[in-house]
């Protein structure tokens, strides 16, 4: 079982899924937004295929931690996902995960026009990442 997560934008919703250990996060997919229910669609057939266990959707709250207009939009599309998904929807705080993304792939020496094209994917890994970093800190603590 898998666990997959989405950095949503207006236009494109950058897509990542675990492995099966759910300890290292890669970079699955970019879904082009057509419209809001073709996207919930794509999102559904990937919560399928890879045998999703649950959907962590990327929360860009501002700096300062308060919600913003992409906030909003991506509370928006996990509320919509929720409804229409079979397993649990979270949002997760990913300030900084496009910036992370691009310093990675500029250190993994992909060039300009390859790294426009995968940034959605990696920033979707690395806000997967993040959530599966904390919560096998909690395992490992014991809560």
Excluded at 61 to 77: I, N, P, Y
Excluded at 105 to 113: K, N, Y
Excluded at 114 to 122: S, V, Y
């Amino acid at each position: 079982m898998s666990i997959l997560a989405l950095d949503v934008g207006t236009r494109r919703i950058g897509v990542a899924v675990s492995g099966p250990s759910n300890l290292l996060a890669r970079s699955l997919t970019v879904i082009r937004v057509r419209n809001r229910q073709k996207s919930l669609e794509a999102v559904q057939r990937l919560v399928e295929q890879e045998k999703a266990t649950s959907v962590i959707v990327g929360y860009p709250l501002l700096m300062d931690g308060t919600v913003g207009a992409q906030a909003r939009h991506a509370a928006s599309f996990a509320r919509q996902l929720a409804r229409t998904l079979p397993v649990p929807v979270q949002l997760w705080d990913e300030r900084l995960s496009t910036a992370q993304a691009q310093q990675a792939l500029i250190e993994a020496g992909v060039p300009r026009q390859a790294r426009k094209a995968r940034l959605d994917a990696a920033a979707a890994a690395a806000i997967l990442q993040s959530y599966l970093d904390s919560d096998q800190t909690l395992t490992a603590a014991g809560r």
